[in-house]
């Protein structure tokens, strides 16, 4: 940078103001008088000497801008691109924590840390099939359920969401409810011999065995094996 003390800095910016009425010009065309001497004359010398101004201070201060200092707002993006990187690097170890306590089977707390993780991201379908599976754990049937019949929303064709929710609503007797499940999977992934499978059991369990047939023989086609024995089973009922 360079300093300049008072008398200097009278010679600069009278020597600039000089050049400017010899020249015509300053640094390059941005910084020409716009203003016509003959026609406005006091406008004229306002110019010259506010141009000649800027052009000492940024002789002093190195600066083409006045304002912060250089790089002050890179350092800020910088600052902020970092907060932001961090962020997937926190969610990532709360993701883990979350998932190490489920596996040591310490459900309340993997509740609250599922809980947690929700807050920032309502639509995250596996934290919230292991949510439910925390709960189930804990005996909160509804809360569980809630928790399934959301990732089944978000994910119509997670076959574990949809087989969980199934077992809740068997245990509270709920058929048609589990046949709806079924028959929105079904309707998404035809070929999936396990959903046929489930849901020809609901139809046993509800008494429809012309339907619990039907699926058995549909699940047998497909390669599941015990279909195949359940099928041979209901063909011999009377």
């Known amino acids: ?9 009278v010679v600069a910016l009278t020597g600039l103001v000089l050049w400017q009425l010899v020249t015509g010009i300053a640094l390059d065309r941005r910084w020409r008088p716009s203003v016509n001497r003959q026609d406005n004359p006091g406008m004229y010398w306002f110019v010259v000497l506010a141009q000649s101004a800027i052009l000492v201070y940024v002789l002093i201060t190195g600066k083409t801008t006045i304002g912060s200092e250089p790089g002050q ?58 949510r439910g599976m925390a709960q189930w754990r804990l005996g909160h049937d509804d809360q569980a359920l ?4 959301r990732v ?41 011999a396990e959903a046929y499978f489930e849901r020809g059991g609901t139809n046993f369990h509800k008494g429809d065995l012309a339907a619990a047939q039907a699926d058995a023989a549909r699940a047998c086609e497909l390669g599941k094996s015990d279909a195949c024995v359940l099928l041979e089973r209901l063909r011999s009922k009377p």
Request: proline share 4%.
């Open 152 to 192: 089944i929303e978000l994910e119509p064709t997670n076959f574990e969401a949809n087989r969980s929710a199934d077992r809740i609503l068997s245990r509270q007797q709920h058929w048609d409810e589990v046949l709806a499940i079924w028959d929105g999977y079904i309707a998404r992934v035809p070929t999936n």
């Open 73 to 130: 707002k890179d350092q800020g993006r910088s600052a902020q691109a970092q907060n932001t990187a961090d962020v997937p690097a926190r969610t990532k170890e709360s993701r883990d924590r979350a998932f190490d306590l489920y596996r040591a089977q310490k459900w309340t707390e993997a509740v609250a840390a599922f809980d947690e993780l929700l807050l920032e991201s309502d639509e995250d379908a596996e934290v919230r099939y292991w």
């Open 1 to 9: 940078m360079l300093r300049l003390s008072y008398p200097l800095l």
């Open 146 to 149: 809630q928790d399934f019949r």
